[in-house]
């Protein structure tokens, strides 16, 4: 394999190499990168900062008219129980629930937070451009 070190014109150093060695060092990172994240993901299980949900539980998620009625139903908490914890009004909760209406962000936070989920696991993908 040839690699060649240069410079550029503004003397930063540089390496010319194939590209299939490029692109089997990339994948090379890529793995390094799985393999740090399955570590931190393993480390928040054993600590019970993370769950994993059964089958079941994702059929029922995938069930749930959103991901927040899912979440309030696995914690066991009334639907006025959460908009009081979490100081909304109770038809903006059931209208979130349903799917038939978003937030802002910080309800998501603030409901994230009292369910104990990521805020990600409960709003929805802000929309492409």
């Known amino acids: 394999m040839t690699i060649v070190r240069t410079r550029t014109p503004s003397g930063?150093?540089?390496?010319?190499?194939?590209?299939?060695?490029?692109?089997?060092?990339?994948?090379?990172?890529?793995?390094?990168?799985?393999?740090?994240?399955?570590?931190?993901?393993?480390?928040?299980?054993?600590?019970?900062?993370?769950?994993?949900?059964?089958?079941?539980?994702?059929?029922?998620?995938?069930?749930?008219?959103s991901p927040l009625a899912f979440w309030r139903e696995r914690r066991g908490i009334a639907a006025d129980t959460l908009a009081q914890l979490c100081a909304i009004e109770a038809g903006l909760l059931a209208a979130i629930e349903r799917g038939e209406r978003t937030a802002e962000r910080a309800i998501y936070q603030r409901l994230a937070h009292v369910l104990d989920v990521d805020v990600e696991?409960?709003?929805?993908?802000?929309?492409?451009?």
Do not use: N
């Not at 089997?24 to 019970?48: N, P, Y």
């Not at 709003?123 to 451009?129: F, L, N, T, V, Y």
């Open 12 to 65: 930063e150093a540089i390496v010319i190499l194939p590209e299939a060695e490029f692109e089997r060092l990339r994948e090379l990172a890529e793995d390094t990168l799985d393999m740090r994240a399955l570590d931190v993901s393993e480390r928040r299980l054993d600590a019970g900062e993370e769950e994993i949900l059964s089958e079941d539980d994702l059929d029922a998620l995938r069930r749930a008219p």
């Open 121 to 129: 696991d409960l709003a929805p993908e802000p929309a492409s451009a």
